[in-house]
């Protein structure tokens, strides 16, 4: 469709009031509406009826507008449930693992060595201040011998529980 | 419920974001013929209440970083357009297609002629083929009953380059509808 600018011009302004007459409701029975003579804008008038005759004027009515309005009140307390229920679920799982975590090779292993170090590193912090006050005041007594052997000891303590750990998973 | 009649959109949105509930249904009473009808023009009918109904909740939860820079209208119309570009790019990985629309539509006791109801589902396909520019100028004035001089404040342009603009792009919905339908 190649039409002079001036034509074009024209054209458009004709195809717009239209548009604007049969959005208007004028005429009511779209059938009965008047086309231009000229072919070009005949064809693009029947395109314009033939887009209004498809989709007509078909506001929603009150009842599916209340229930859009209640279903999206429905969606947002449903996401608000979930996110609170979410927070909790990670809460319980964090202190409470699954069975399936339980029966993890891997993990029980790496608790284990967990329990094991644990264990290791409470021992340290009883035994050590305690052997630290028996060797100032008594040179050459066994609090000596103890000092300077307790860092190979519990370094053999470390290798023995991660061996033992290992061994029985 | 508070009435909001002459306040504007965006003191609304703000209203909301301080917490008040009434002020979105001020919005939603405000808007919801607009989305509705903007979705009904691209979306098949069976889809058109749940499309709408995903514009409005995106709207809830996004509303806090609206920042009042566009009108909100325009704003919810960028929205509806995300969420009916989403709809299809979701439709698409199914493979519906317009006999699904058909059966559907016939299975829902649509009340329109069936060869009304296939004309709808032919010219939406077809505007969803159309360029961007031309699908929303027909968009704005049929679905949403712009006037030109408000689609073109809405376009920035002046009147008569949304004419130019409307007329361009009815004549490219014309050579659409022209082309056979694809039969998928």
């Known amino acids: 469709m190649t039409l002079p600018s001036n034509n074009n011009s024209e054209l458009q302004d004709q195809l717009a009031n239209f548009v604007d007459r049969i959005l208007a409701g004028n005429p009511a029975n779209l059938d009965q509406a008047t086309f231009a003579p000229e072919e070009d804008l005949r064809a693009l008038e029947q395109t314009a009826i033939r887009v209004k005759t498809a989709f007509g004027d078909n506001d929603p009515d009150e009842a599916v507008i209340n229930r859009i309005q209640k279903n999206i009140l429905g969606q947002m307390q449903i996401s608000e449930i979930h996110v609170n229920e979410s927070i909790w679920r990670k809460f319980i799982e964090y202190f409470k693992p699954s069975e399936k975590k339980w029966r993890s090779q891997h993990s029980r292993q790496r608790?284990?060595?967990?329990?094991?170090?644990?264990?290791?590193?409470v021992l340290m912090l009883v035994a050590i201040p305690f052997l630290n006050s028996s060797n100032g005041d008594q040179p050459g007594a066994s609090g000596q011998f103890l000092n300077n052997y307790i860092p190979i000891a519990i370094g053999g303590l470390i290798l023995l529980v991660l061996w033992l750990t290992r061994r029985k998973s | 419920m508070t009435s909001y009649s002459d306040t504007s959109d965006n003191h609304l949105v703000q209203q909301f974001i301080q917490g008040d509930m009434s002020a979105f249904d001020s919005l939603y009473t405000r808007h919801i013929k607009t989305v509705y009808n903007r979705v009904r023009y691209v979306v098949p009918e069976t889809d058109v209440e749940d499309v709408t109904q995903e514009v409005f909740i995106a709207a809830l939860s996004s509303l806090p970083s609206f920042r009042g820079e566009a009108q909100f209208s325009t704003w919810l119309r960028t929205l509806t357009n995300h969420k009916v570009a989403e709809y299809y790019r979701r439709r698409s990985r199914k493979k519906e297609t317009m006999q699904v629309d058909m059966v559907h539509a016939e299975?829902?006791?649509?009340?329109?002629?069936?060869?009304?109801?296939?004309?709808?589902?032919?010219?939406?396909?077809?505007?969803?083929?159309?360029p961007e520019q031309y699908r929303e100028v027909i968009l704005l004035r049929f679905a949403e009953g712009m006037q030109f001089k408000e689609i073109a404040d809405s376009l920035k342009q002046n009147p008569e380059a949304t004419k130019s603009l409307f007329r361009r792009a009815i004549a490219t919905l014309r050579n659409t509808l022209d082309v056979k339908d694809d039969p998928t």
Not at chain 2, 113 to 118: D, V, Y
């Open chain 1, 111 to 121: 608790l284990n060595i967990i329990i094991s170090l644990a264990t290791v590193v």
């Open chain 2, 107 to 130: 299975r829902r006791g649509d009340q329109n002629h069936p060869i009304l109801l296939e004309d709808r589902i032919t010219i939406q396909r077809a505007l969803n083929k159309l």
